[in-house]
């Protein structure tokens, strides 16, 4: 079965610094996908940023980027520039490609923004 | 905001009740999905409907059931409520089955 191990259940940055929050995934699957999804205080779980495994470039969402190491089966998330509004709990998530669509999670990693 | 509502936002029940948490997708989208978010288990995934038909089961107890209606709205079912069941609930929506799936805002139950 799919595990999703995010190993940092919290870190802190200073404002306007990058950080790097980490995800290893488990998977026989050579086909797949991998999110990256926010939870700020308000609960809402929003999408931060979506890698296909049959692509080898990195995908990027303005200030967010991911490293994807399909062989180390490891994808982080970086963060530049960071912002107040980045404070909030982010998820890894890891779907199959074809027929199975669930989402399945990461434990979560709380990130603090220092002003 | 996603798109997706989600009422209502929270509901507090004795053990033993039942309760119906509703979800309306976004316009156009024809697949929903259910999670549960607890602090001892996590997030993990319920149940999924697409265009009206179950499509995949994960760990949803046999005490909850759920339904997608021919406006795709969909609700879940949750019976014979334990403690343990106090969880926010989120519901998600997709174009097709394998689409990014946009979140609503989640039903906080606690179960007293």
């Known amino acids: 079965a799919q595990t999703v191990t995010q190993s940092q259940p919290e870190m802190s940055v200073q404002e306007a610094e990058t950080v790097t929050l980490s995800c290893t995934y488990d998977t026989s699957e050579s086909d797949y996908y991998l999110f990256w999804y926010k939870q700020p205080p308000s609960r809402q779980m929003i999408l931060v940023i979506r890698?296909?495994?049959?692509k080898q470039q990195n995908a990027t969402e303005n200030r967010f980027s991911v490293n994807f190491q399909k062989a180390a089966k490891s994808f982080s998330l970086k963060i530049s520039d960071s912002q107040l509004g980045d404070a909030a709990m982010y998820f890894c998530?890891?779907?199959?490609?074809?027929?199975?669509?669930?989402?399945?999670w990461g434990a979560g990693t709380k990130l603090i923004i220092k002003p | 905001d996603s798109g997706v509502t989600q009422t209502p936002k929270h509901l507090i029940t004795a053990t033993g009740q039942r309760v119906t948490l509703r979800c309306s997708p976004r316009?156009?989208?024809?697949?929903v999905y259910w999670y549960q978010q607890s602090l001892d288990q996590g997030l993990q995934f319920l149940i999924q409907y697409y265009n009206g038909e179950e499509r995949a089961k994960g760990n949803i107890l046999e005490r909850f059931s759920a339904q997608q209606f021919p406006d795709l709205h969909s609700e879940l079912n949750l019976s014979s409520l334990e403690l343990g069941d106090s969880a926010l609930y989120f519901c998600?929506?997709?174009?097709?089955?394998?689409?990014?799936?946009?979140f609503g805002a989640g039903t906080r139950l606690s179960v007293l």
């Open positions: 890698q296909e495994a049959y």
């Open positions: 998600a929506s997709s174009v097709g089955a394998g689409e990014i799936q946009y």
């Open positions: 316009s156009g989208d024809l697949s």
């Open positions: 998530a890891y779907r199959d490609s074809d027929s199975n669509y669930q989402l399945i």
